[in-house]
């Protein structure tokens, strides 16, 4: 179960990342594409938490970090590539996959930040909030989330357009995903002791 939840984990990273490129409008609220399955991270890392430890957990952020760079440099490379006469759709391409090195930097920056962060807040929670897995989730995705909404938008858009609209439309996104989410890691729960057991 752990390395299934592993591997989510980062397919979620890598996919948050590439449909991102295409904003939704929902709810009188804009966010990119991706937003709805990168929320989903936080509490997979929650639940990854009680499985790998602290010092595990914060590997696995760094790892998921470096998935996202090595992703974000391939396609940067391959779309500066020449492409062949017959290949018509190098523009659609560059368009979808090329993200400006400024929004790739506020990714990875607001990333690797709100996730150690949440490591941090959901091992403090845990020492206080012992057979409450569900108050650890929210509590700790409320902080890391906002921390990962205000740090992208800022250094992805400050100065192009308002921020304070996008920051609250991402988080209040996020924070509906993270309350979705909780059936979900008790679900994961009683089907790892099912496994355990059997």
Not at 23 to 48: K, Q
Not at 127 to 136: D, G, L, P, Q, V
Request: glycine letters at 6%; proline letters at 5%.
């Amino acid at each position: 179960m752990t390395s299934l939840l592993i591997g989510v984990y980062i397919a979620c990273e890598l996919i948050a990342n590439v449909t991102a490129a295409k904003p939704v409008a929902l709810f009188g609220l804009v966010a990119p594409g991706g937003v709805f399955i990168y929320a989903l991270t936080f509490t997979l890392l929650d639940l990854l938490h009680e499985r790998l430890g602290q010092k595990g957990v914060r590997t696995l952020v760094y790892t998921a970090f470096i998935a996202n760079g090595l992703l974000a440099g391939y396609i940067a490379v391959i779309a500066a590539m020449p492409a062949p006469p017959f290949y018509t759709n190098q523009d659609a391409f560059v368009a979808v996959l090329g993200s400006t090195p400024r929004i790739v930097f506020a990714s990875l920056t607001a990333y690797l930040i709100s996730s150690l962060l949440d490591v941090e807040v959901y091992a403090r929670l845990r020492e206080r909030f012992a057979h409450a897995a569900w108050s650890r989730i929210l509590l700790s995705n409320t902080v890391s989330t906002a921390v990962d909404s205000a740090i992208f938008v800022v250094i992805a858009f400050a100065g192009i357009m308002p921020v304070l609209p996008l920051i609250l439309g991402q988080y209040a996104i996020k924070m509906a995903v993270t309350v979705a989410s909780l059936p979900l890691a008790y679900a994961i729960r009683s089907a790892r002791r099912y496994v355990t057991e059997a």
